[in-house]
């Protein structure tokens, strides 16, 4: 048998979680909340299977729903969407982002990936024929950045889309007025696609705005824009989000997105339709993950671990020099089996060799077991 992805294993998440379990360590490797939902959302649940809403929803996606997104699209970024034209809701955002580039990547288009990135980007490139090309962030002061002369430079006639997450899962950076320029003078002289992952869009701190590609509408008319519902109401198990995209686009996503899974959970959809026609805890979500971040940064002071603070995402990137001179694979794969806390290390982001010593923590859990993180941390 010939393999279609040869050197692709196991994802890191999986690893570090599996290893986790294992020895019955602290995990916050893996990127999800270890508390529970809006009761009344759980409620809302229940309600609609006790209704009956528990056959197929249409594929794309329950109008209902698709209309709460398009409101909450409107007060969030200025722009209202067309539900039926420019909404389509997906299982999760992964199953966005793999769509998306079924339907717009041919074989031989490259895709600019800016590292660190998700690790399940290239292996959806490849499977769609395309190729992926990695252009790492700049790196200054214990902060990654945005490198827009490198991203110029791998730019060409070739470049089908520019797949660009932010705020950054795992370095936390988010774009500045003066990225959303370059992204602009970029479409203006390349004529490709913009898949913009934004699924930590309402965990951006210290007051600052978050700038969707939706609130440009030179930039909207050539992005197709992914959200999450599991990363904002906490609900990551459900498997549900969206994508928000002009009609010519929503139309080819669609028709990959049909033979793919068809439609997503019905009863959740209609429960989150429910729920949005009153909830705004959205509005609230950057307080509460930045009280998080600041709770767990009074503990991290105290190690031996560098960082600057994160800006966004419920990830805490922190420098382990002064800790162990050993690559962060190895030093994970210890922190494990020594002292029962599993975290991610930061080169399965990148495709080349990288010299930072950097490890991820998550921090969205609750204040009891950041406590007691806390004190494994300072340990080390």
Same mark, same amino acid.
């Given at each position: 048998?010939?393999?279609?992805?040869?050197?692709?294993? #196991?994802?890191?998440?999986?690893?570090?979680? @599996?290893?986790?379990?294992?020895?019955q360590a602290i995990n916050l490797a893996q990127g999800f909340p270890d508390f529970d939902p809006d009761p009344r959302l759980q409620q809302l649940v229940s309600k609609a299977m006790a209704e009956s809403k528990n056959q197929y929803a249409p594929m794309p996606g329950l109008l209902a729903l698709r209309e709460q997104i398009a409101n909450k699209t409107a007060r969030?970024?200025?722009?209202?969407?067309?539900?039926?034209?420019?909404?389509?809701?997906?299982?999760?955002?992964?199953? =966005?982002?793999?769509?998306?580039?079924?339907?717009?990547?041919?074989?031989?288009?490259?895709?600019?990936?800016?590292?660190?990135?998700? #690790?399940?980007?290239?292996?959806?490139?490849?499977?769609?024929?395309?190729?992926?090309?990695?252009?790492?962030?700049?790196?200054?002061?214990?902060?990654?950045?945005?490198?827009?002369?490198?991203? =110029?430079?791998?730019?060409?006639?070739?470049?089908?889309?520019?797949?660009?997450?932010?705020?950054?899962?795992?370095?936390?950076?988010?774009?500045?007025?003066?990225?959303?320029?370059?992204?602009?003078?970029?479409?203006?002289?390349?004529p490709f696609l913009l898949l913009s992952d934004e699924v930590y869009e309402h965990m951006v701190f210290d007051n600052k705005p978050f700038l969707s590609m939706l609130c440009y509408e030179r930039l909207r008319q050539r992005s197709i824009v992914v959200s999450s519902f599991g990363k904002t109401y906490h609900t990551t198990g459900w498997k549900l989000g969206y994508?928000?995209?002009?009609?010519?686009?929503?139309?080819?996503? @669609?028709?990959?997105?049909?033979?793919?899974?068809?439609?997503?959970?019905?009863?959740?959809?209609?429960?989150?339709?429910?729920?949005?026609?009153?909830?705004?805890?959205?509005?609230?979500?950057?307080?509460?993950?930045?009280?998080?971040?600041?709770?767990?940064?009074?503990?991290?002071?105290?190690?031996?671990?560098?960082?600057?603070?994160?800006?966004?995402?419920?990830?805490?990137?922190?420098?382990?020099?002064?800790?162990?001179?050993?690559?962060?694979?190895?030093?994970? @794969?210890?922190?494990?089996?020594?002292?029962?806390?599993?975290?991610?290390?930061?080169?399965?982001?990148?495709?080349?060799?990288?010299?930072?010593?950097?490890?991820?923590?998550?921090? =969205?859990?609750?204040?009891?077991?950041?406590?007691?993180?806390?004190?494994?941390?300072?340990?080390?």
């Open positions: 048998m010939i393999s279609k992805l040869p050197q692709t294993g #196991d994802s890191i998440f999986s690893v570090m979680t @599996r290893l986790a379990n294992q020895h969030c970024y200025g722009y209202l969407p067309d539900a039926d034209q420019n909404i389509t809701v997906t299982a999760g955002a992964t199953q =966005a982002l793999f769509t998306a580039l079924q339907a717009f990547v041919h074989p031989g288009d490259e895709v600019l990936l800016i590292d660190p990135a998700y #690790d399940a980007y290239a292996p959806s490139v490849v499977l769609a024929g395309g190729i992926p090309v990695h252009v790492p962030m700049g790196f200054s002061e214990g902060s990654f950045f945005f490198d827009w002369e490198a991203i =110029a430079k791998a730019m060409n006639p070739r470049t089908r889309l520019l797949l660009l997450n932010h705020p950054n899962n795992p370095a936390g950076t988010i774009l500045e007025p003066a990225d959303i320029s370059k992204i602009t003078e970029l479409m203006q002289k390349f994508i928000v995209a002009p009609e010519a686009l929503t139309i080819e996503f @669609r028709k990959v997105h049909q033979f793919n899974v068809f439609s997503v959970s019905t009863p959740m959809q209609q429960a989150y339709a429910w729920f949005m026609e009153t909830d705004r805890s959205y509005e609230t979500l950057p307080l509460f993950y930045q009280q998080k971040r600041d709770l767990f940064l009074t503990h991290l002071s105290e190690s031996r671990f560098t960082f600057t603070p994160t800006p966004a995402t419920y990830f805490q990137l922190a420098d382990y020099s002064d800790i162990h001179s050993t690559e962060d694979l190895e030093f994970t @794969r210890t922190l494990v089996a020594t002292h029962k806390l599993s975290l991610i290390p930061v080169s399965p982001f990148f495709e080349d060799k990288i010299v930072h010593k950097l490890v991820r923590f998550c921090f =969205a859990k609750s204040d009891h077991l950041l406590q007691q993180a806390g004190e494994v941390i300072c340990g080390i």
